[in-house]
């Protein structure tokens, strides 16, 4: 009941207290959730356009604070960034995430849903710009790959278009060395303009995801299925897949198929699911 209410609306709606928390969450309260384990994930799943098969989910940040109530992750992503925190928080993501994958991935799994689909599905994790200079972070993560038996190939890191094109010599090198490792690599919130296609054809990716300002507006705006057609041109004319987030109803699901967009992700499918949701969402929705 609580992550619905997180998910519907940031708040849960019976507590005044979280509702109007006393104070800011602060660096001390982000350090001690990392200490005792608080951060804990909501996953998204990512589906085709065309069949609404499962491909794969997104795990994205969750932070509950026992007194401030829940803080979202558009406020303590950028406070981890700020102070050096960034990497630890991406690891617990990481380890959190693999573990769960294992689980999702297993015989045992397989048996229980009846399908070996959920073998093979992929695991996006949102990567921070400022951890492209340190590679160490990366080395980490594809040791807990090895660790857990899963192949790199089933992970797709996600780095904001801004962030992946700020610097893209020195990220080169980072990105090109990812790929090799097998990682796949995306740019999450496309379209809002930075890159240059001479860029992206440059670096390794093999996702362009349409940034969900431009998808939850497409029905209402032209412009906006105009940045949409554009970026699944794009997408298709480099050989990358493109995804469209932020999906809410079907009008836009039609209209992404109709452009023949190859993923979709959004509430429209499934809102982020606490991990102990997915195989019944999993099951309902295969069957
Ligand atoms: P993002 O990577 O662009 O993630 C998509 C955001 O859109 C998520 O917000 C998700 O809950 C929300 N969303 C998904 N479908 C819909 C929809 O149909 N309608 C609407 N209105 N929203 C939808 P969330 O979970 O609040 O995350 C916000 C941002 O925080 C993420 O944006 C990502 O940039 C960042 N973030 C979350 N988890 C992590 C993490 O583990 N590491 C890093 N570095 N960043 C993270
Ligand atoms: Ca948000
Ligand atoms: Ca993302
Ligand atoms: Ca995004």
């Given at each position: 009941l609580l992550h619905k209410a997180i998910e519907k609306g940031?708040?849960?709606?019976?507590?005044v207290s979280e509702r109007y928390p006393s104070r800011e969450a602060s660096v001390e309260d982000l350090e001690e959730a990392l200490t005792l384990g608080h951060i804990r994930l909501a996953y998204q799943p990512k589906v085709r356009c065309?069949?609404?098969t499962i491909v794969g989910f997104e795990a994205l940040a969750r932070w509950h604070h026992p007194q401030l109530g829940f803080i979202p992750p558009d406020i303590f992503i950028p406070l981890a960034e700020d102070h050096g925190l960034i990497d630890r928080l991406t690891l617990q993501v990481t380890e959190q995430s693999l573990d769960w994958l294992a689980d999702i991935s297993s015989n045992d799994t397989a048996r229980r849903v009846g399908q070996h689909v959920l073998q093979d599905t992929l695991l996006s994790l949102n990567i921070s710009?400022?951890?492209?200079?340190?590679g160490e972070l990366f080395d980490t993560i594809l040791q807990h790959c090895r660790d857990r038996g899963i192949?790199?190939?089933?992970i797709v890191l996600e780095l904001t278009e801004t962030s992946a094109m700020q610097d893209a010599t020195t990220s080169l090198d980072t990105l090109t060395r990812l790929r090799l490792q097998g990682f796949q690599l995306s740019i999450d919130?496309?379209?809002?303009?930075?890159?240059s296609m001479v860029q992206l054809v440059r670096l390794p990716f093999s996702e362009l995801k349409v940034d969900k300002r431009f998808v939850m507006t497409a029905n209402d705006s032209e412009e906006s299925r105009a940045v949409i057609r554009s970026v699944v041109e794009l997408g298709r004319s480099l050989g990358l897949n493109t995804t469209a987030e932020g999906v809410e109803d079907q009008e836009t699901l039609d209209y992404l198929d109709e452009l023949k967009c190859d993923l979709a992700q959004g509430y429209l499918i499934?809102?982020?699911?606490p991990p102990e949701k997915v195989l019944d969402w999993f099951i309902t929705h295969e069957a």
């Open positions: 940031g708040t849960t709606d019976d507590s065309h069949t609404g710009a400022r951890s492209l200079e340190n192949a790199p190939q089933r919130d496309f379209g809002t303009g930075y890159s499934s809102r982020p699911l």
